[in-house]
């Protein structure tokens, strides 16, 4: 498929209306809308550096990927204080940015949406309704290759703060991420609610359970002189799934929108 700068900054706008992303889930299942990304993609080629400094900050970066400017039309909370969202990223009405964040393009931030001081989210991952992304978290995009599934944050989940999820990880609606927890496609994940890791989907991705609430935990090494000394490796633990105290802790307060 030739893609022309045209067609590029069309589907920029299209990213950016909410009309096209580069994943939904269709019949219960995420899948990726490889075009989507194959046009992000051809944006780097097609454009050349360019000078985008403001006043004493030196900025150089692709012609084709500016900062995305926004309106109060738009319903999005920025506050000030030096948060900068890339062309191509959509923010529907009632997400919020604290300051200092960073949304590349391609990504989806969902209505409702809280994304703290520190965050950045990468290019393509999506991030549905009503979460909280705590301060200082990363949740990594995938943008190559294209065909690859993004990482996923489904709606009404909550992201504690200096967690880092990543490599098309995909947590499931209502899920309770704790703060310091990382994911990557590497990572085991372990539920003690039925003593068992958790599967991983056809596609090897690490799937965080709808409602789980997971903390960072270890698990000994078995074999040679490291399990001679007592030395465990990281592991994420599911401690339990979605209660009513659960749900008291992590609310989040209509006053701060």
Not at 62 to 91: H, M, N, W
Not at 128 to 152: D, F, N, Y
Not at 201 to 217: H, K, L, M, Q
């Amino acid at each position: 498929m030739e893609i022309t700068l045209e067609k590029f900054l069309q589907t920029l706008d299209q990213l950016e209306k909410g009309e096209v992303r580069v994943a939904e889930k269709i019949d219960g299942k995420w899948v990726v809308n490889k075009w989507v990304k194959e046009v992000i993609l051809a944006g780097f080629k097609l454009g050349a550096v360019k000078d985008m400094s403001q006043g004493q900050f030196s900025f150089f970066d692709k012609e084709t990927f500016p900062v995305r400017q926004f309106s109060a039309a738009d319903g999005v909370r920025i506050v000030p204080g030096g948060s900068s969202i890339r062309r191509g990223a959509y923010l529907a009405p009632g997400a919020i940015v604290m300051p200092p964040a960073y949304i590349n393009a391609g990504a989806y931030v969902g209505e409702g949406t809280m994304v703290d001081s520190h965050v950045t989210i990468g290019s393509c991952a999506q991030v549905g309704r009503h979460i909280h992304i705590s301060a200082s978290t990363q949740i990594g995009g995938v943008l190559e290759p294209a065909g690859a599934m993004p990482t996923i944050i489904e709606d009404n989940a909550f992201i504690g703060g200096n967690c880092g999820i990543y490599e098309g990880t995909i947590v499931q609606e209502g899920a309770v991420i704790g703060s310091g927890v990382i994911i990557t496609s590497a990572t085991p994940l372990f539920d003690t609610t039925t003593g068992d890791f958790v599967p991983r989907n056809e596609d090897g991705r690490v799937v965080v359970p709808r409602g789980a609430v997971v903390v960072s935990g270890s698990r000994p090494i078995r074999k040679g002189p490291a399990a001679e000394l007592g030395v465990s490796l990281y592991c994420p633990v599911i401690v339990k799934y979605r209660d009513e105290k659960t749900d008291g802790s992590v609310r989040l307060e209509d006053v701060l929108r």
